[in-house]
């Protein structure tokens, strides 16, 4: 019964059919684990493969191809989330990238009790034929799938302050993706299309303060479901659930200390969908191979480590949850 009911929670939280405004909750998990590892503070940091998801125009901030994979248990090991994607450069700054993820629920029981149609409340206590045996008639499947093509422009531009002062250089990234979202849940199927636009921008710190030492100020903005996004079901009645709008805004501050081949990551994330998520993170990362992480939102801590080896990272994310802790471990290939 314990498991039951945490399958119904899930079902109503993440892939309840008549989920209204909730619809979209699902890509709400995160993706990519660095990310996740620093509590999806990422919006303006995101530079490798899973910037498809948290904020499309860092995929320019990409001048490697990379592939990249995660997989994760949620909620006890009830849930499976699975996470690809493929990112590939492009001449004049361009990046491309598709990412596919999957939220799927197996083995969810179903109780018919097709039977007790006419019956009343005194003859399913009466007779022992109509008492229910708790035993489930059957059992079905709910998936949810995530599709997106994106693309991010990188622009490089010299902010000219006069004469006396002196030059920022700064480079904003923009992007756009669009997205396809298919649901299942038993013998119903629900799909839509969304579109979401990102913009970075990161400015040296050093020019600006007259210190050589200080690192870059890094600003971002992703912007999902402008326009709206619905979800049309295959009922009786094209029931649409709707995705609500959401900007996600975070600023970064990147502090690379080559004395010792370290870079200091801080950064904040805030969510303007429901009551205002914050999100916090933190990454320390040495020679470019050993990577630590800290993050925190919505009353949930994070943490991770990725090491690189050669063209290899291997990463690794704990992620708390009240339905259950998980443990998230991604692949990223980078050639």
Not at 14 to 40: C, H, N, Q
Not at 126 to 147: A, E, I, R, Y
Not at 258 to 280: A, Q
Request: glycine share 10%; charged share 20%; proline share 3%.
């Amino acid at each position: 019964m314990k498991k039951i009911s945490l399958i119904l929670i899930l079902i109503i939280s993440t892939t309840f059919l008549f989920a209204g405004s909730y619809a979209g909750d699902f890509m709400a998990i995160g993706a990519g684990v660095r990310a996740l590892g620093m509590g999806g503070a990422y919006a303006s940091i995101a530079d490798d493969g899973s910037a498809i998801y948290w904020n499309v125009a860092g995929l320019s901030k990409m001048k490697e191809s990379e592939i990249s994979l995660m997989h994760a248990l949620l909620y006890k090991n009830l849930a499976t989330y699975d996470y690809f994607s493929f990112c590939q450069p492009l001449p004049n700054d361009v990046t491309i990238g598709f990412n596919w993820t999957r939220l799927s629920i197996n083995d969810i029981p179903y109780f018919d009790e097709k039977y007790l149609v006419g019956t009343n409340i005194d003859q399913r206590i009466l007779f022992p034929g109509l008492h229910l045996p708790g035993v489930p008639d059957d059992k079905f499947n709910s998936t949810d799938d995530l599709l997106q093509f994106g693309f991010s422009n990188h622009v490089h531009y010299d902010a000219n302050m006069g004469w006396i002062f002196f030059k920022i250089p700064t480079d904003f990234y923009i992007g756009g993706k669009i997205k396809y979202i298919k649901r299942s849940i038993y013998k119903n199927l629900g799909t839509g299309t969304g579109f979401d636009v990102g913009f970075i921008s990161v400015t040296p710190l050093a020019p600006i303060f007259d210190l050589e030492w200080l690192g870059d100020f890094n600003f971002g903005i992703n912007m999902q479901d402008v326009g709206g996004t619905t979800i049309t079901w295959d009922t009786e009645t094209d029931h649409q659930d709707k995705i609500l709008f959401n900007a996600k805004v975070g600023y970064s501050l990147t502090q690379p200390i080559p004395k010792y081949k370290t870079k200091l990551i801080f950064s904040i994330d805030n969510d303007y969908v429901y009551n205002k998520i914050h999100h916090y993170g933190f990454e320390y990362q040495y020679n470019k191979k050993i990577f630590a992480r800290l993050g925190y939102f919505d009353k949930n801590w994070t943490t991770g480590v990725s090491v690189k080896v050669r063209s290899f990272f291997i990463d690794y994310a704990f992620v708390s949850n009240e339905l259950g802790n998980s443990n998230r471990i991604g692949l990223r290939i980078r050639y």
